[in-house]
């Protein structure tokens, strides 16, 4: 099964988004292992990233399984 242009365009879109969801998720970690640090709870690493995630992989399912006319 062929992927047409417009599909391969939906799937590096998809991909980007994922890449973007993860990066959302970096960083919140403490320097020292004794220090507890609250920031890893936060709004955008416990929900922001996973939907962002989530949208990205339905873009990908998509161009994937979606049939593009010329």
């Known amino acids: 099964m ?3 242009r417009k599909g391969i ?3 590096i879109i998809g991909v980007l988004v994922m ?3 993860y990066i959302l998720m970096i960083g919140g970690g403490s320097d020292d292992p004794a220090v507890f640090n609250d ?3 936060d709004f955008r690493r416990l929900v922001a990233a996973p ?3 989530i949208c990205g992989i339905v873009v990908v399912t998509v161009a ?3 049939t593009f006319r010329k």
């Open 64 to 66: 994937i399984m979606k």
């Open 2 to 4: 062929p992927v047409a």
């Open 39 to 41: 920031a890893m709870f």
């Open 9 to 11: 365009k939906l799937l």
């Open 51 to 53: 939907v962002v995630i």
């Open 19 to 21: 890449i973007a969801g």
